[in-house]
């Protein structure tokens, strides 16, 4: 058995399928003229075959629009004079991966000189398709998640953004990484997606072969690989119990989110693209407490999305939660989440470095371009922006000076925008907590984001398993902080929200509820048994352990105290 994390809870069982990036070795000798030609014939026939294969496989799935990528492809790969400076490489002496290479890097950075958006993304179609001839050639099979067509759970060191978006959820049962915490992108996803997930379960891909009959138990974050019949059976009734309370669990869908003693709070959801909008809805969240936007920066392989394509996302979130709040995060970009097409400066400590709220108050072109498609999306729903990785006030009221100037613009050409735009931001880093109540004075709500707000007060990184110990969210000097926060804001008449992890922590929930939080912003799985909970709960008696919790001196103490042991 193999132990990890549990990040997005379920428990499942089935094949794995083991996700490795092949390992390319290229040939250094040619075998001669004759049959370098043809092996790049060979190559390229199957590498045409495969792409039509993966278009109808894919068009279950996708968009006519999403499946146009293929056509692209296929115009690439029978591109004749992409095929004929290959065959003039290969006639020169080359063999036929090595002259693929260079012509593909030659036409690459060919492409991505031009200043046209058109040509740069033919450069990310050479990129594949080349990546997909070359592994033809040398005859390495390349992992290709959105061709799986069995149930399976997937194994791999760690899933990018764009691997989990590729995964289809009616064939991925669950899946399992090498690498990562409760907080790690990958996990985010597995949460949006309702998909159980394990990550950092340390010598996964050493111990776990592909085919391997598995349990993957995402509640207490264990791996049974080919396990006993006995093994199998006691999971099985675990998965059922499990079943069957979140089915019960649905008829909360519609019910208040009130205390005992009729206080009421909201609860949210917390979004990475447009698509997860359907699981908000379907688990009762009374809004979107946290769309991060930058999951639409990093689909786009060429470069920045522009101006429209972020309007229609913002617009179409917004349409789908009428009469809802929906608080959008500008751009959060930098320390674990990067760019293909933006080069980060090179620095010791990235997640304290050049990212967030910083690059988009120094590259304003960037910045001003979201703020203008956020208010232009605006007279579409209720909209709320947010500003993350905010550490002083002069930051706050630059980005808002920013917002406030496009507004003006937009409003001078006539373009319509909402009057009710709620302007607010992360707290996430200490400095702002502990000086909340003057930022109150300028924003109109706070957002506390947890994630970051642990790793930075305890100076523990929030990807590493290895100081995952302190990564202590009852930690008493965690709790304080975030007491700060609300009464900062209270005390100016605004609200908090938090849209961490934290938010939909069940031990944690009483503690929130006690200190005033207004909005618990969460993965859209963890809404009804939060609100089963807060419904279970009396405000006063919560102000009381809160009050307790906030005066221990350990975050092991607030645990045996919420706990009740
Ligand atoms: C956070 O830091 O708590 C947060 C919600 O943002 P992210 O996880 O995207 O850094
Ligand atoms: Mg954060």
């Known amino acids: 058995m193999l132990k990890g994390i549990a990040a997005s809870s379920g428990i499942v069982m089935g094949k794995i399928y083991k996700l490795i990036e092949p390992e390319i070795k290229f040939r250094d000798t040619s075998l001669g003229v004759e049959q370098e030609l043809e ?12 792409i039509e294969k993966v278009k109808v496989k894919a068009s279950a799935n996708l968009s006519e629009e999403e499946l146009a990528i293929f056509d692209a492809h296929l115009m690439m790969v029978q591109d004749p004079e992409f095929k004929g400076q290959i065959v003039e490489l290969i006639k020169a002496g080359n063999n036929a991966e090595n002259a693929t290479k260079t012509v593909s890097e030659q036409m690459i950075a060919m492409f991505l000189a031009m200043d046209n958006d058109y040509f740069k993304e033919r450069a990310a179609d050479i990129k594949d398709v080349s990546y ?16 799986i067509e069995e149930e399976v759970i997937v194994a791999a060191y760690d899933l990018t953004p764009s ?12 899946f399992v990484t090498e690498i990562g915490g409760r907080t790690s992108h990958s996990a985010i996803m597995a949460r949006s997606l309702e998909i159980p997930a394990v990550v950092g379960v340390t010598d996964l891909l050493k111990t776990v072969n592909h085919n391997d009959y598995v349990v993957l138990d995402a509640l207490s974050g264990e791996l049974l690989i080919n396990p006993s019949e006995a093994e199998i059976a006691a999971k099985k009734a675990k998965q059922l119990k499990y079943n069957e309370e979140k089915e019960l669990l649905k008829v909360l869908i519609n019910a208040k989110s009130e205390t005992l003693d009729g206080h009421e709070v909201e609860l949210a959801c917390n979004i990475g693209t447009v698509k997860d909008v359907e699981g908000a809805i379907n688990n009762g969240a009374e809004g979107i407490g946290l769309y991060r936007t930058e999951f639409l920066y990093m689909d786009s392989t060429t470069d920045f999305p522009d101006e429209d394509t972020q309007f229609e996302a913002y617009k179409a979130v917004l349409e789908k939660m009428p009469n809802k709040k929906v608080v959008v995060r ?4 930098g320390g674990d989440k990067t760019l293909e097409y933006f080069k980060f400066p090179e620095e010791m400590n990235p997640f304290l470095g ?18 203008r498609a956020l208010l232009r999306a605006s007279t579409y729903g209720k909209l709320c922006i947010m ?6 006030v002069e930051e706050f009221l630059s980005a808002k000076k920013i917002f406030n100037e496009e507004k003006e613009k937009l409003v001078a050409q006539n373009v319509a925008v909402s009057d009710h735009i709620e302007l607010g931001m992360m707290v996430e880093i200490p400095a702002a907590a502990i000086l909340a109540d003057q930022f ?25 398993e290895k100081v995952a110990y302190l990564y202590q969210p009852l930690n008493p000097s965690i709790l304080r902080l975030i007491k700060l926060t609300i009464d900062g804001a209270h005390k100016h008449g605004k609200w908090v929200g938090m849209c961490g992890e934290m938010a939909g922590d069940i031990l944690a929930c009483p503690l929130l509820l006690g200190m005033g939080l207004d909005e618990f912003s969460m993965s859209a799985s963890s809404i009804l048994a939060t609100r089963k909970l807060i419904r279970s709960l009396s405000k006063k008696d919560m102000e009381v352990l809160a009050e307790q919790a906030l005066n221990m001196s350990s975050a092991e103490e607030v645990l045996k105290l919420v706990k009740k042991d």
């Open 330 to 333: 500008t751009l959060d970009i």
């Open 39 to 50: 092996i790049i014939e060979k190559g390229f026939e199957k590498t045409v075959a495969d």
């Open 163 to 174: 691997d989990t978006a590729q995964l289809n959820k009616k064939y991925t049962l669950g």
């Open 440 to 464: 109150a004075k300028h924003a109109d709500f706070f957002s506390i984001g947890t994630n970051d707000l642990i790793q930075y007060s305890m100076a523990a990184d929030r990807m590493s």
């Open 387 to 392: 500003f993350p990785m905010i550490a002083t």
């Open 132 to 147: 997909r001839l070359i592994c033809n050639l040398i005859g390495v099979e390349i992992p290709d998640l959105s061709s």
């Open 354 to 371: 050049y990212r967030a709220i910083r690059l988009c108050l120094d590259r304003t072109d960037i910045f001003r371009t979201q703020l």
